[in-house]
C-alpha cells in the first residue's frame, strides 16, 4: 500500500521552530533519496531539500542553514527540522522521492504558516 504521511505543521510567529514529520511506505522509501516539497496556492510545488539513503544532504539557497533534513531508515521517516522560520516559509509542507514522475501520488501534506 502506497503512503505518505505528513504531519507537525502549524501556526507559529516569525522565528520560531516546528518539526515536521513524514512517514512513507516502504516501497516510497527504502533505498530511495526523499525530499521535502512545499507549495504556495498558485504557485508550482518547489523542492526545498533532499537526503540520500546514506544521509547525504542538499538544500535550496532559501533554506539553507535554518532547516535540517533526516531520515530514520528503520521506522521509514523522514523528518524536517525548520528553524528561524519566516513569512515566506508558509506554504503546505509534502514529502515525497526526490525525483518525482508526473502523476505520481502525493500525501495530503501539512499546513505551516509564519506570522510576522
Known amino acids: 500500500q502506497v503512503q505518505l504521511v505528513e504531519s507537525g505543521g502549524g501556526s507559529v510567529q516569525a522565528g520560531g521552530s516546528l518539526r515536521l514529520s513524514c512517514v512513507a511506505s516502504?516501497?516510497?522509501?527504502?533505498?530511495?533519496?526523499m525530499g521535502w516539497y512545499r507549495q504556495v496556492p498558485g504557485k508550482q510545488r518547489e523542492r526545498v531539500a533532499t537526503?540520500?539513503?546514506?544521509?547525504?544532504?542538499n538544500y535550496a539557497d532559501s533554506v539553507k542553514g535554518r532547516f535540517t533534513i533526516s531520515r530514520d531508515n528503520a521506522k521509514n521517516t523522514v523528518y524536517f527540522q525548520m528553524n528561524s522560520l519566516k513569512p515566506e516559509d508558509t506554504a503546505a509542507y509534502y514529502c515525497n522521492k526526490a525525483l518525482v514522475r508526473a502523476g505520481a501520488y502525493w500525501g495530503q501534506g501539512t499546513q505551516v504558516t509564519v506570522s510576522s
Open positions: 516502504g516501497s516510497i522509501f527504502r533505498l530511495n533519496t
Open positions: 537526503i540520500t539513503d546514506g544521509g547525504r544532504t
